[in-house]
C-alpha cells in the first residue's frame, strides 16, 4: 500500500524489532513485553512513535501499522496529530476468527535483516528459507508461537478492542472481512485509501 500510494509506512512492531535487535535502551525496555505478547508501556510507544512521525514532511501521507493500540495511545496520537496539522481519515479494522488468525501467523516468516514478510502456506518465498529481496535467511518471530500468539489475541481483547468503539464513534472506522484471500482485502483497503482521497 505504501508504495503503491507514495505513503510512508510506520510499523510500530517494526520500530520495535528493530531497536531490539539494535540493543538500544528503547529495545531493552520493550523486549520481554514483546516475547512474551504483552503491550509495550504507552509511555515508551507514545514517545517512539510520535517522534517518528514528527520526522514525516508536512503534506506526505502516512500508514500507521500496529499503532495505537489502546485508548491512552490513540488520544496522544490525536494530541500530536492535532498539534502538527494532520488529521486521521481512516481506521482499519481487519477482521477474522482467532483460529484464521493463529494458521496465518504460525507460518509467517520474516527476513531477518530487511523485514519482508513471507508466508510459508501462503506466499513462499522463490527459494526456500531465503528472501527474495536480499536472499538473507527467513526467520520465525518469536512471538509468532501458536502459545504468544494466543497471548496478543488476550491482549488485543482487553486492550485494544476499545478502539473499535472509539473510532466508530469519530466516523473513521472502516471494517475489512480479512478471512477472504490477499488480492480481495488488497482491493477493499485501495477502495478505502483511495476514498480519502490517495492516489496512485
Ligand atoms: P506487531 O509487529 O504489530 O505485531 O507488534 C509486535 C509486538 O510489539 C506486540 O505484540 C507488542 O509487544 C509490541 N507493540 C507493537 N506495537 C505496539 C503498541 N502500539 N503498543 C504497545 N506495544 C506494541
Do not use: W
Not at 34 to 46: E, F, K, R, T, Y
Not at 162 to 168: G, K, S
Amino acid at each position: 500500500m505504501s508504495e503503491r500510494f507514495g505513503l510512508i509506512h510506520l510499523s510500530s512492531g517494526d520500530v520495535l524489532r528493530r531497536e531490539i535487535a539494535e540493543g538500544t535502551e528503547i529495545g531493552r525496555k520493550a523486549q520481554s513485553f514483546v516475547s512474551q505478547g504483552a503491550l509495550v508501556p504507552d509511555d515508551v510507544i507514545i514517545e517512539v512513535m510520535l517522534s517518528g512521525l514528527g520526522r514525516v514532511a508536512a503534506g506526505q501521507g502516512f500508514i500507521l501499522d500496529g499503532f495505537p493500540r489502546t485508548v491512552a495511545q490513540a488520544e496522544a496520537l490525536a494530541g500530536g496529530l492535532s498539534r502538527s496539522g494532520r488529521p486521521i481519515e481512516a481506521v482499519v479494522d481487519l477482521q477474522m476468527s482467532d483460529d484464521g488468525i493463529v494458521e496465518r501467523i504460525v507460518s509467517r516468516r520474516i527476513c531477518g535483516k530487511c523485514g519482508a514478510t513471507y508466508n510459508v502456506r501462503f506466499f513462499p518465498p522463490r527459494v526456500a528459507g531465503r528472501c527474495d529481496a536480499d536472499g538473507e535467511p527467513l526467520i520465525q518471530r518469536v512471538d509468532d508461537r501458536e502459545e504468544v500468539v494466543r497471548t496478543r489475541l488476550e491482549t488485543y481483547r482487553k486492550e485494544t478492542a476499545p478502539l473499535v468503539q472509539y473510532y466508530a464513534s469519530r466516523g473513521l472506522l472502516r471494517t475489512v472481512d480479512a478471512s477472504r484471500g490477499a488480492a480481495e482485502v488488497e482491493n477493499e483497503i485501495v477502495g478505502i485509501i483511495e476514498g480519502c482521497g490517495g492516489t496512485t
